[in-house]
């Protein structure tokens, strides 16, 4: 055989050996726990991933892992952040993000802070306008106090050193959360930040947001928070259309919104624990979003 008729063939198989290694086009997912949880409780539902689109590489990021994870949310960015930064320098084509509960929060900070090239974030029953009700969490953190007496520690400079104070919303003292919310409300632009156009750009490199919340959710309190509505004064869910920051656009949820960027699911009958664990949700809800 003759190096010309060779050529071809060599060039076909080399072609071959590339779009293997380069997978079939599904970008690489990250995934952030949530509070009391670790980057290991991620390892099913990634497989999932792996499983319906094969080779899809993921991370399940290694940080702030159980008790850890009730460091303040200001401090727990800063390592986050780098830990993404690194991770999309070297996937330059774009990344996926799915993050949990208080990682939702989390994940929602480092995209207002940093140029990124998530593509799709998965805001997975994540309390992004906050958190108002008893949960086994609060009562681990707060042991000896109720739901209404929580903002007496939580909107204090030693209380916003615990990530659930960063976001705790108690409609009774807004006056209190707008004073001392170092986290939330500096997002939300809601306490004027003077990075808040930063914010905004560095949000809307996003191509979409998907969020996923139901009304069994059990923890995440109003569950509406996961959609970003919340409760006014009389404890009334004001939807998030309703909410000042998304009239205002101040960190780009209606621009988002508008381009069409923006997924809302109500999905009945999950609790808190079961949104990584439900195939259903993962095939129905999660997957089709993956790509
Ligand atoms: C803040 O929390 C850290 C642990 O997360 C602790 O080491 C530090 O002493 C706390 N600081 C204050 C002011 O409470
Ligand atoms: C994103 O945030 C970083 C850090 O605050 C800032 O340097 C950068 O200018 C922001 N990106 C945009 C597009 O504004
Ligand atoms: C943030 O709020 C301040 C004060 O209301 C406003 O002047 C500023 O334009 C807002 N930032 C954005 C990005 O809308
Ligand atoms: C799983 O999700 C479906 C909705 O997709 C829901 O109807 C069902 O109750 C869920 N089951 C559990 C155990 O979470």
């Not at 010309?4 to 995934?31: D, E």
């Not at 830990?83 to 939702?104: D, K, T």
């Not at 207002?112 to 998965?122: A, G, K, P, R, S």
């Not at 632009?189 to 969020?211: A, I």
Request: charged share 15%; glycine share 8%; aromatic share 14%.
């Amino acid at each position: 055989m003759s190096f010309h008729s060779m050529a071809p063939r060599l060039t076909f198989v080399l072609l071959s050996a590339c779009m293997i290694y380069t997978g079939n086009g599904y970008k690489p997912v990250v995934y952030m726990h949530g509070i009391f949880g670790s980057y290991k409780e991620s390892a099913g539902f990634l497989k999932w991933i792996e499983e319906e689109h094969s080779s899809t590489e993921t991370l399940s990021i290694d940080a702030y892992n159980n008790a850890d994870s009730a460091v303040n949310l200001m401090q727990q960015i800063q390592d986050i952040a780098q830990i993404l930064q690194a991770y999309m320098n070297s996937h330059p084509g774009g990344i996926n993000l799915i993050c949990y509960s208080q990682g939702g929060l989390i994940c929602r900070g480092v995209l207002e802070h940093i140029q990124h090239n998530v593509d799709t974030f998965i805001s997975l029953s994540s309390p992004q306008a906050g958190q108002f009700g008893d949960t086994q969490y609060l009562k681990y953190l707060f042991p000896h106090l109720l739901r209404d007496q929580v903002y007496r520690i939580a909107y204090s400079e030693e209380g916003q050193n615990i990530s659930v104070s960063n976001y705790w919303n108690d409609p009774h003292h807004q006056d209190l959360y707008l004073k001392y919310s170092k986290y939330l409300a500096v997002l939300n632009n809601e306490t004027f930040s003077p990075d808040s156009q930063k914010f905004k750009n560095n949000f809307t490199l996003l191509k979409r947001l998907v969020m996923l919340g139901g009304p069994d959710d059990g923890v995440i309190t109003p569950w509406q928070s996961s959609h970003f509505g919340f409760y006014d004064k009389d404890l009334n869910i004001v939807e998030m259309k309703n909410q000042p920051w998304y009239t205002n656009d101040w960190f780009g949820l209606r621009t988002l919104d508008s381009r069409g960027g923006l997924v809302t699911k109500v999905i009945p009958g999950v609790q808190h624990n079961y949104w990584i664990r439900n195939h259903t949700v993962f095939m129905d809800h999660i997957l089709p979003y993956l790509n």
